[in-house]
């Protein structure tokens, strides 16, 4: 059982149910109501419950293009891949260029060195950020985990999390880790579950990665169902926990739900603490 699970229960166990705002005294009030002597707590205060499953739609048939870290820009995708949206120097970080020629690769890596992030990556035509100053206004009412995580102004929610890919029979897991294809203000699409606004590469939706190409055994124009998964629902078999930083399987701190929980255990043991001083 994972540590913050057993803490989550003992908490609940040891606080008896903890209610939210626990309640002290009464005293009447001079119209007859009563009221609470203890102070409640203030709801705005109490951290969105990180635990709690939330149901992701599937975007089915949708057309992946691949992409790469460090792909030179062309005619039809002016855009350089040696940065991302949210990783100025992305392909520095990552450890140098994710080359896609099956033969300079090994595995579901390039030959030329270990990875220093997922090679599992993907990309969506959304940003949820502006400038690294602020984030779009429509972002904390459509993005489903947006109040549960509370990103600070400019930083991102949407890097790092994950998605399932199935085409057939086969399954994968990647890292939303840029944005894209061509478009990153694509809300309805990512967030409303309509068909993508972008018109090229036959409406492509989804760029996928050398290893989800390879591993899935598809290619640019393939069609694939999508769908956003928590990370404690990723299966912890595969190729996708083997590397990076960024891996929440080498590296717990980089689950993108990891802050939200330890700020919601900390809320619970406060809670139950307060309320053990009560009674």
Same mark, same amino acid.
Not at 28 to 39: E, F, L, V, W
Not at 106 to 131: E, M, S, T, V
Not at 197 to 212: F, W, Y
Not at 254 to 262: G, I, L, R
């Given at each position: 059982?994972?540590?913050?699970?057993?803490?989550?229960? /003992? /908490?609940?166990?040891?606080?008896?149910?903890?209610?939210?705002?626990?309640? &002290? +005294?009464?005293? #009447?009030?001079?119209?007859?109501?009563?009221?609470?002597?203890?102070?409640?707590?203030?709801?705005?205060?109490?951290?969105?419950?990180?635990?709690?499953? /939330?149901?992701?739609?599937?975007?089915? %048939?949708?057309?992946?293009?691949?992409?790469?870290?460090?792909?030179?820009? #062309?005619?039809?995708?002016?855009? +350089?891949?040696?940065?991302?949206?949210?990783?100025?120097? *992305?392909?520095?970080?990552? &450890?140098?260029?994710?080359?896609?020629?099956?033969?300079?690769?090994?595995?579901? !890596?390039?030959?030329?060195?270990?990875? @220093?992030?997922?090679?599992?990556?993907?990309?969506?035509?959304? %940003?949820?950020?502006?400038?690294?100053?602020?984030?779009?206004?429509?972002?904390?009412? /459509?993005?489903? *985990?947006?109040?549960?995580?509370?990103?600070?102004? &400019? =930083?991102?929610?949407?890097? &790092?999390?994950?998605? =399932?890919?199935?085409?057939?029979?086969?399954?994968?897991?990647?890292?939303?880790?840029?944005?894209?294809?061509?478009?990153?203000?694509?809300?309805?699409?990512?967030? @409303?579950? !309509?068909?993508?606004?972008?018109?090229?590469?036959?409406?492509?939706?989804?760029?996928?990665? +050398?290893?989800?190409?390879?591993?899935? =055994?598809?290619?640019?124009?393939?069609?694939?169902?999508?769908?956003?998964?928590?990370?404690?629902?990723?299966?912890?078999?595969? +190729?996708?926990?083997?590397?990076?930083? %960024?891996?929440?399987? !080498?590296?717990?701190?980089?689950?993108?739900?990891?802050?939200?929980?330890?700020?919601?255990?900390?809320?619970?043991?406060?809670?139950?603490?307060?309320? !053990?001083?009560?009674?």
């Amino acid at each position: 059982m994972k540590p913050y699970l057993l803490t989550f229960i /003992l /908490l609940v166990f040891l606080g008896e149910n903890l209610p939210l705002a626990a309640q &002290g +005294p009464s005293i #009447t009030t001079p119209t007859g109501k009563t009221k609470s002597t203890q102070n409640k707590v203030d709801p705005a205060s109490q951290p969105v419950n990180p635990f709690l499953k /939330l149901n992701y739609p599937w975007h089915k %048939n949708i057309t992946v293009s691949v992409f790469w870290i460090g792909e030179k820009p #062309t005619a039809r995708n002016p855009t +350089p891949n040696a940065a991302s949206s949210w990783d100025r120097n *992305w392909q520095k970080n990552y &450890g140098g260029y994710d080359n896609p020629d099956p033969k300079a690769r090994i595995g579901y !890596r390039p030959k030329a060195f270990i990875p @220093r992030q997922n090679p599992f990556y993907i990309a969506l035509p959304y %940003n949820d950020c502006i400038n690294y100053k602020l984030h779009k206004p429509e972002a904390k009412l /459509l993005i489903p *985990w947006f109040k549960r995580v509370n990103p600070r102004p &400019g =930083k991102t929610s949407c890097k &790092g999390r994950w998605i =399932k890919i199935v085409q057939n029979k086969k399954v994968c897991y990647a890292q939303w880790e840029d944005c894209g294809p061509f478009f990153t203000d694509d809300y309805n699409y990512v967030w @409303r579950n !309509r068909k993508p606004k972008n018109k090229q590469n036959k409406n492509a939706g989804l760029d996928i990665s +050398p290893a989800v190409r390879d591993y899935m =055994k598809i290619k640019s124009g393939s069609v694939v169902h999508w769908r956003f998964i928590d990370f404690k629902d990723v299966p912890k078999t595969g +190729p996708w926990t083997q590397y990076g930083t %960024n891996n929440p399987f !080498r590296d717990p701190k980089q689950d993108p739900d990891y802050e939200a929980k330890v700020k919601f255990m900390k809320y619970l043991k406060k809670m139950r603490d307060h309320y !053990r001083t009560k009674r």
